[in-house]
């Protein structure tokens, strides 16, 4: 008797029976929304009670990409959306109007040598190579936007090697930098769960200077790992003089509001070769890294 090959399936995919919904007869019972397959049928996914299966799937879908690029581990970077690169610093400050766009202008030119500390960064983290059986660690991720984000997808991109963003839909225009692996790029609609991504594979993060979105997620860093949520990871606040500006720390532990322990958390930087000194101190113990 003739050899049966065994089949991997035997169901028809997804793919092939949602095209061959597209072609039903046009009658009244076809015509109605109820007769679309349920995951063909946007209305029904953007419901308000089907939110609980948009999470899920703003979780999955990354998580899915990642895996098949054989992503184990990654390099985050935080940071404004609003510090010019060196190139375009002097720009902005002849594009002011008023005194005070000048004085902003100026503050921001300031920060602008952290655009090129966080594509150094990049470029030294995008050159770990891959393990033996095709894992890629370190892989750098940003915000997917302008400015630091922009410079760390740069920093790669300078080396040739790919790197993530992970954008997130606003109300006003705004879209990837053109630094992101494209195949890499993803977009989110809850916040949440793109913080969540920044931090499931990260295995060092660097904290540029930056605003709201920035403290949201370098504190929640902080807060996870301060919990025992998280294990510690480096994390590297770069701009001393900026957050010792902005963020009292010293204040919160005299007002006993966090430990004086906590603030071992951070290692401060103020260059690229800082940070991955820091982070090859940190992981100078470490097995040699794997696929999990």
């Known amino acids: 008797m003739a050899k049966k090959k065994v089949e991997q399936r035997i169901f028809r995919p997804a793919s092939q029976e949602a095209q061959d919904a597209e072609t039903n007869i046009a009658v009244p019972?076809?015509?109605?929304?109820?007769?679309?397959?349920?995951?063909?049928?946007?209305d029904f996914l953007l419901r308000e009670d089907l939110r609980p299966v948009r999470f899920q799937l703003e979780l999955m879908k990354p998580e899915v990409f990642l895996d098949e690029?054989?992503?184990?581990?990654?390099?985050?970077?935080?940071?404004?959306?609003?510090?010019?690169?060196?190139?375009?610093?002097?720009a902005r400050i002849d594009a002011a109007t008023t005194d005070q766009e000048r004085r902003i202008a100026q503050n921001l030119a300031?920060?602008?040598?952290?655009?090129?500390?966080?594509?150094?960064?990049?470029?030294?983290?995008?050159?770990?190579?891959?393990?033996?059986?095709?894992?890629?660690?370190?892989?750098?991720?940003?915000?997917?936007?302008?400015?630091?984000?922009?410079?760390?997808?740069?920093?790669?991109?300078?080396?040739?090697?790919?790197?993530?963003g992970m954008n997130i839909v606003l109300p006003h225009e705004q879209c990837p930098n053109p630094y992101v692996t494209p195949e890499l790029s993803f977009q989110f609609h809850y916040f949440a769960l793109r913080k969540m991504h920044f931090l499931l594979r990260a295995r060092a993060l660097a904290i540029f200077p930056g605003g709201f979105g920035t403290f949201d997620e370098f504190f929640e860093l902080l807060t996870l790992v301060q919990t025992g949520k998280m294990k510690p990871i480096p994390i590297l606040l770069f701009g001393r003089e900026f957050w010792n500006r902005v963020v009292d720390f010293d204040a919160l532990v005299d007002e006993g509001v966090i430990?004086?322990?906590?603030?071992?958390?951070?290692?401060?930087?103020?260059?690229?070769?800082?940070?991955?000194?820091?982070v090859e101190?940190?992981?100078?113990?470490?097995?040699?890294?794997?696929?999990?």
Not at 77 to 84: E, L, V
Not at 281 to 292: K, N
Request: charged content about 20%; hydrophobic content about 40%; aromatic content about 10%.
């Open 29 to 42: 019972q076809t015509q109605s929304v109820a007769y679309r397959l349920a995951f063909q049928d946007k």
């Open 69 to 90: 690029a054989q992503i184990v581990s990654t390099f985050v970077f935080y940071g404004s959306a609003r510090i010019p690169s060196p190139e375009d610093a002097q």
């Open 110 to 164: 300031k920060k602008a040598r952290y655009y090129e500390e966080a594509r150094a960064l990049a470029r030294i983290a995008a050159q770990v190579p891959p393990n033996e059986a095709g894992c890629r660690h370190f892989v750098v991720c940003s915000g997917g936007g302008p400015s630091i984000m922009e410079a760390a997808n740069r920093g790669a991109a300078d080396v040739g090697a790919q790197s993530i």
């Open 259 to 278: 430990a004086p322990t906590d603030v071992h958390l951070i290692t401060w930087v103020e260059t690229a070769q800082e940070a991955w000194d820091a």
């Open 281 to 292: 101190a940190f992981y100078a113990d470490a097995a040699a890294p794997g696929c999990d």
